[in-house]
T-cell receptor, first 115, second 113 residues
Framework: DQQVKQNSPSLSVQEGRISILNCDYT??????FLWYKKYPAEGPTFLIS?????DKNEDGRFTVFLNKSAKHLSLHIVPSQPGDSAVYFC??????????????FGPGTSLSVIP | DAGITQSPRHKVTETGTPVTLRCHQT?????MYWYRQDPGHGLRLIHY???????DKGEVSDGYSVSRSKTEDFLLTLESATSSQTSVYFC????????????FGQGTRLTVV
């Protein structure tokens, strides 16, 4: 059973609107969460992270919200741009500072931003 | 961009043949990882290394072996390739030292026919 779930395999959004990508996790031991972005034919790149001591982290157009009681996090992109079209992976870790053998990735959500 | 190179970028091989994928880094990072990416599964860890000659298994290690004889190189070997190993393989590196961000290579698309 997947410990990190991204139940929307794909999402389409108009340019300029908000994109909301959702992620749910089952393991209450997860303490640190990351989002990676992946363009076709490239490797994933780190986008933003959040520790469980926070419920929000913002970096420019990207904001991640964490609801620990619901075991849910979301990535908001405002405003969405065509260059944001990519696959977004949610990932979870039991510690803020850990090696990646402990990090679990979700299946990804493919975002298309329509001009 | 982190200095991480995967080779080859694409490979087609026949069932039963051995295949070796190479990951080379110029960052002197301690940790190196091999993942496979498959639809519906995201990135799954195959093997990882926490130093020269120090390696361990990940979630989906069956049918794979690794070696790390130098800090900069991490090899992934499929001893006898099967069609279920058709996938995109990513190498990643991380410095450890309290930093959780990892840097990924561009990937190797492997097709086993």
């Amino acid at each position: 059973d997947q410990q990190v779930k991204q139940n929307s395999p794909s999402l389409s959004v108009q340019e300029g609107r908000i994109s909301i990508l959702n992620c749910d996790y089952t393991n209450s031991m997860f303490d640190y969460f990351l989002w990676y972005k992946k363009y076709p034919a490239e490797g994933p790149t780190f986008l933003i992270s959040i520790s469980s001591i926070k419920d929000k982290n913002e970096d420019g157009r990207f904001t991640v919200f964490l609801n620990k009681s619901a075991k849910h996090l979301s990535l908001h992109i405002v405003p969405s741009q065509p260059g944001d079209s990519a696959v977004y992976f949610c990932a979870a870790s039991p510690h803020t500072k850990t090696s990646y053998d402990k990090v679990i990735f979700g299946p990804g959500t493919s975002l298309s931003v329509i001009p | 961009d982190a200095g991480i190179t995967q080779s080859p970028r694409h490979k087609v091989t026949e069932t039963g043949t051995p295949v070796t994928l190479r990951c080379h880094q110029t960052e002197n990072h301690r940790y190196m990882y091999w993942y496979r990416q498959d639809p519906g599964h995201g990135l799954r860890l195959i093997h990882y290394s926490y130093g020269v000659k120090d390696t361990d298994k990940g979630e989906v290690s069956d049918g794979y072996s690794v070696s790390r004889s130098k800090t900069e190189d991490f090899l992934l070997t499929l001893e006898s390739a099967t069609s279920s190993q058709t996938s995109v393989y990513f190498c990643a590196i991380s410095p450890g030292q309290g930093r959780t961000e990892a840097f990924f290579g561009q990937g190797t698309r492997l097709t086993v026919v």
